[in-house]
T-cell receptor, first 113, second 113 residues
Framework: DGGITQSPKYLFRKEGQNVTLSCEQN?????MYWYRQDPGQGLRLIYY???????QKGDIAEGYSVSREKKESFPLTVTSAQKNPTAFYLC????????????FGPGTRLTVL | GQQLNQSPQSMFIQEGEDVSMNCTSS?????WLWYKQDPGEGPVLLIA?????ELTSNGRLTAQFGITRKDSFLNISASIPSDVGIYFC?????????????FGKGTLLTVNP
């Protein structure tokens, strides 16, 4: 089945540690996105990538880093510089032609202790 | 950045009732999307609207792209318990230049059986 997978579903880390969240898609989409969701809030864009080996900062990129070495994969690293990393993280992808129709993965809930 | 004002923030209704929610913006949008998010899951696309004045249905859901291009509404008819979740509007006002969507903060829908 085609879709977007994120792993793991739940992740716990100690304060001060970097952590990498996985996002893989087999939809042959060019564009991929990372969002952060906090309770009662909408989705805020962290980073996005329109094509392999290229990515742009979103609205809240500080304390995060990404890479896009393969079309299918767009991992997000939450660094120790992110002041409030506990949140629900969502990955999405879209075609370039239909870029506006984004499809989401199931999300990863990160808790930093 | 751009903001979408989504209302109401939450709704408590009885099974069988109709529901209406809307999104407004101070700027023109080229595309409006409506997503539903179940607890702990990623948002799922319900309806996409691409033309001012467009009215689109998906089963018991109906959404419209406002004629001014600054608003959209979503109606759910004859609600059932599985309609429970958070409904997000999203829009694009970049004209296709930057692949980014703006999201509303969501409407939390509770349906009492």
């Amino acid at each position: 089945d085609g879709g977007i997978t994120q792993s793991p579903k739940y992740l716990f880390r100690k304060e001060g540690q970097n952590v990498t969240l996985s996002c893989e898609q087999n939809l042959n989409h060019d564009a991929m996105y990372w969002y952060r969701q906090d309770p009662g809030q909408g989705l805020r864009l962290i980073y996005y990538s329109q094509i392999v080996n290229d990515f742009q900062k979103g609205d809240i990129a500080e304390g995060y880093s990404v890479s896009r070495e393969k079309k299918e994969s767009f991992p997000l690293t939450v660094t120790s510089a992110q002041k409030n990393p506990t949140a629900f993280y969502l990955c999405a992808s879209s075609r370039r032609e239909g870029y506006d129709t984004q499809y989401f993965g199931p999300g990863t809930r990160l808790t930093v202790l | 950045g751009q903001q979408l004002n989504q209302s109401p923030q939450s709704m408590f209704i009885q099974e069988g009732e109709d529901v209406s929610m809307n999104c407004t913006s101070s700027s023109i949008f080229n595309t409006w999307l409506w997503y539903k998010q179940d607890p702990g899951e990623g948002p799922v696309l319900l309806i996409a609207l691409y033309k001012a004045g467009e009215l689109t249905s998906n089963g018991r859901l109906t959404a419209q792209f406002g004629i001014t291009r600054k608003d959209s509404f979503l109606n759910i008819s004859a609600s059932i318990p599985s309609d429970v979740g958070i409904y997000f509007c999203a829009g694009d006002n970049s004209g296709g230049s930057n692949y980014k969507l703006t999201f509303g903060k969501g409407t939390l829908l509770t349906v009492n059986p």
